[in-house]
């Protein structure tokens, strides 16, 4: 997905004045960056201007990049930063407290309530899109650390090492926040799907 | 006398993303499968965990802009034009 020592070398080119690395970077980069801007702003419009001030901001500070350190990470954020930037701009959406829809469990640790079996929804392909519309708005209702980490690693599908480093987190700390990010978007998926049962129990 | 067998919550909380993500022992994995086969709660709330992750990988923005590099190339030298390095 990335390569590092292909990145330091355009850097460099960058650095050095080099026509064309910059275009190159930007060839390079810009389907990412946008996908990564779109995760927190969700709209094409918003995603496409910090898509800009993200590379603005790459060619202006590109000079101060530390090249001991991992450009893919370092650029992740700035974009990230731009993307932050255009949304404080905008009403603020509240946020969840997402302990509130974590699974309940009784004091012997079973389930507290029915778990419906709602899966039969994502196999037809018109119900599939509208669920997946509705966690895109769940996950933009989530507390920006989990809501990051989702969108990256489940919808991006970057490596769990790179939201990592972009973020600057363990992997404790990654893998504590993609999980209780799921188990929000699951219970919220449930609320909204019919619970219709399998048409043919098992077995 | 033998471990006690894990609870749906620490199922459910502790271990579920381990067994999704495949980073567990063979002989741990074997005792979670047991229990999601021998429970209809556990059992459902793995398969809507996983219509879950399904259902976010159909989110990714598939169209960019067609036209995203060459507006961003554009951008960039008008503000270097103006001299707001």
Redesign the interface.
């Known amino acids: 997905m990335v390569d590092e020592a292909s990145d330091i070398d355009l850097v460099r080119r960058i650095k050095a004045g080099e026509d064309g690395a910059?275009?190159e970077m930007?060839?390079r980069y810009?389907?990412r960056v946008?996908?990564l801007a779109?995760g927190v702003l969700r709209n094409?419009e918003d995603?496409?201007e910090a898509?800009?001030d993200a590379?603005?901001t790459l060619?202006?500070k590109i000079g101060t990049f530390d090249e001991s350190k991992k450009f893919f990470s370092w650029f992740y954020r700035v974009a990230l930063n731009a993307a932050y930037s255009r949304a404080r701009r905008r009403p603020h959406l509240p946020t969840v407290a997402i302990e509130d829809r974590?699974?309940k469990?009784s004091g012997?640790?079973?389930?507290a309530a029915?778990?419906?079996?709602?899966?039969v929804?994502?196999e037809d392909e018109a119900s599939?899109?509208e669920?997946?519309a509705r966690?895109?708005e769940f996950?933009a209702e989530l507390p920006p650390p989990y809501r990051d980490v989702?969108w990256m690693y489940?919808?991006?599908?970057m490596p769990s090492s790179e939201v990592a480093e972009t973020l600057h987190i363990s992997i404790p700390a990654f893998?504590s926040r993609?999980?209780r990010a799921?188990?929000y978007?699951?219970q919220r998926?449930?609320e909204v799907s019919s619970a219709r049962p399998r048409a043919e129990a098992a077995g | 006398m033998s471990r006690d067998e894990k609870t749906c919550k620490a199922l459910i909380l502790d271990c579920l993303l381990e067994f999704e993500e495949g980073a567990m022992p063979e002989a741990e994995r074997e005792e979670l499968q047991r229990h999601f086969e021998m429970c209809p709660p556990c059992m459902n709330f793995l398969t809507t965990y996983r219509a879950t992750g399904k259902t976010l990988k159909m989110l990714k923005p598939r169209e960019i802009p067609p036209a995203l590099a060459e507006t961003v190339m554009v951008f960039v030298r008008s503000r270097r034009a103006k001299g707001e390095e």
């Open positions: 910059f275009e930007v060839r810009h389907a946008y996908s779109y094409a995603a496409e898509t800009q590379f603005w060619h202006r974590m699974p469990f012997d640790g079973h389930f029915d778990v419906p079996d709602w899966s929804a994502v599939a899109r669920l997946a966690a895109g996950i989702i489940d919808v991006e599908e893998k993609l999980h799921r188990l978007v699951r998926l449930s």
